[in-house]
Structure formats: structure tokens, C-alpha cells
């Protein structure tokens, strides 16, 4: 089943604003991670954050994580238009295995030149 | 980081006849493999964890019979498609992890169309 929502479902901006898309999910986790998804083609693994972290940098990218509220945020800072794409958070649960991920709904990204 | 191959890339096949899509965990041991099903412009929905040397574990409302899983090996996990039907048309994706907590890798995905 879907652990959350990702709002909003789909976002336009033109190259070199900033991308916020965020998360939220309703149970306990070990690990929050954000994926990115070119059409028709296999996920990427942009960040992983854990439940004690707060927030972590790779990049242009930014996520932060908020526990006590079930969600986290993606930013993606002077956006281009190779990031045009599908972005998916996913949280692993500590009743799971490691690696399995619950999806959140997506976020669909467009940058325009 | 870790590559996890997956092979088909496409398939289109007959209604009512079976497809295996194969997962490869290339430089790394995968003890256990997930399968995921996404359908166009939505999300990742998680079919079943399989795991090597026993039966995989299907989510709830994934039929079984349908889906036949089978881990084999430390590298290798598939998936058959059992008397596929236009409804089984979907994009199929495997992941695995190196090691607990880390990130999971997926492969390409597998475009199946049932005709």
C-alpha cells in the first residue's frame, strides 16, 4: 500500500528557480530516501535520510526530514532542464526488510529552457 | 554504486501466454529482491519481497499463482508472468540493497504489453 502522499502532484518552472516538492507518510521509519524517474525508464537514487537526521545535502539538492510531523521536503536549487523528470519519495519501515520501500505518490517536475 | 540489471527492457507477448523477466544483482549479493508494479503516471506499488532459497512474500491483493517468483541464487531473482492477460500489461522493477540501511538499487524496469 502507498505510506504517503507528495504534493504538489505536479510542478512547472523555468530553468534556474528552485523545485520544493514534499512528502509526508503515517508510520515509523528507519530511512526516508527521494528517487528520480525519466519517463518510461528505472529509478535513480538521489538521497537517503535517516529517522535521526535532520537534513542532508548532495548538490543541488536538499532535503529535509521532520519526524514529529511524518514528513520531508525536496529541493532542487537553480533547477535545469535535464531535471525534468518524476520524483518519488519512499520510506523503509522498521517492521520491514531492508530495502523494502513503501512509495509516495510522485511528484512530476517540468523545467522549461 | 551497486548495478542491479534487469533484462527484458520490453516484452510484448500473446494473452495467455507466460513472460520471465530476470533481475540481476550484478557486483553485489542480494539475499533478498523486491518487485514492483507502476502503471502509467503512477506510483510504485510494491508486489512482493523475494528471498533467496525460500518463498517469496506476497503484499495483499497480489495473486500468487500469477506472479511466480523465484530466487535461486544470490544474484539472480525472476518473475513470471503466468497466462498474461491485457490487464498484466505494466512496468515491472526489481530492487536490492548492498546491505541493511543502505539505499536500494533498482534495475531498468521491464515494459510489459499483453496483446
Known amino acids: 500500500s502507498q505510506q504517503g502522499e507528495e504534493d504538489p502532484q505536479a510542478l512547472s518552472i523555468q530553468e534556474g528557480e528552485n523545485a520544493t516538492m514534499n512528502c509526508s507518510y503515517k508510520?515509523?521509519?528507519?530511512?526516508l530516501q527521494w528517487y528520480r524517474q525519466n519517463s518510461g525508464r528505472g529509478l535513480v537514487h538521489l538521497i537517503l535520510i535517516r529517522s535521526n537526521e535532520r537534513e542532508k545535502h548532495s548538490g543541488r539538492l536538499r532535503v529535509t526530514l521532520d519526524t514529529s510531523k511524518k514528513s520531508s521536503s525536496l529541493l532542487i536549487t537553480a533547477s535545469r532542464a535535464a531535471d525534468t523528470a518524476s520524483y518519488f519519495c519512499?520510506?523503509?519501515?522498521?517492521?520491514?526488510?531492508?530495502?523494502?520501500?513503501?512509495f509516495g505518490a510522485g511528484t512530476q517536475v517540468v523545467v522549461t529552457p | 554504486g551497486a548495478v542491479v540489471s534487469q533484462h527484458p527492457s520490453r516484452v510484448i507477448c500473446k494473452s495467455g501466454t507466460s513472460v520471465k523477466i530476470e533481475c540481476r544483482s550484478l557486483?553485489?549479493?542480494?539475499?533478498?529482491m523486491f518487485w514492483y508494479r507502476q502503471f502509467p503516471k503512477k506510483s510504485l506499488m510494491l508486489m512482493a519481497t523475494?528471498?533467496?532459497?525460500?518463498?517469496?512474500?506476497?503484499e495483499q491483493g497480489v495473486e500468487k499463482d500469477k506472479f511466480l517468483i523465484n530466487h535461486a541464487s544470490l544474484t539472480l531473482s525472476t518473475l513470471t508472468v503466468t497466462s498474461a492477460h491485457p490487464e498484466d500489461s505494466s512496468f515491472y522493477i526489481c530492487?536490492?540493497?548492498?546491505?541493511?540501511?543502505?539505499?536500494?538499487?533498482f534495475g531498468q524496469g521491464t515494459r510489459l504489453t499483453v496483446v
Open positions: 557486483d553485489f549479493q542480494a539475499t533478498t
Open positions: 523475494s528471498n533467496e532459497g525460500s518463498k517469496a512474500t506476497y
Open positions: 519512499a520510506t523503509n519501515n522498521p517492521t520491514d526488510s531492508w530495502g523494502k520501500l513503501q
Open positions: 508510520t515509523s521509519i528507519n530511512n
Open positions: 530492487s536490492a540493497s548492498t546491505e541493511v540501511g543502505t539505499e536500494a538499487f
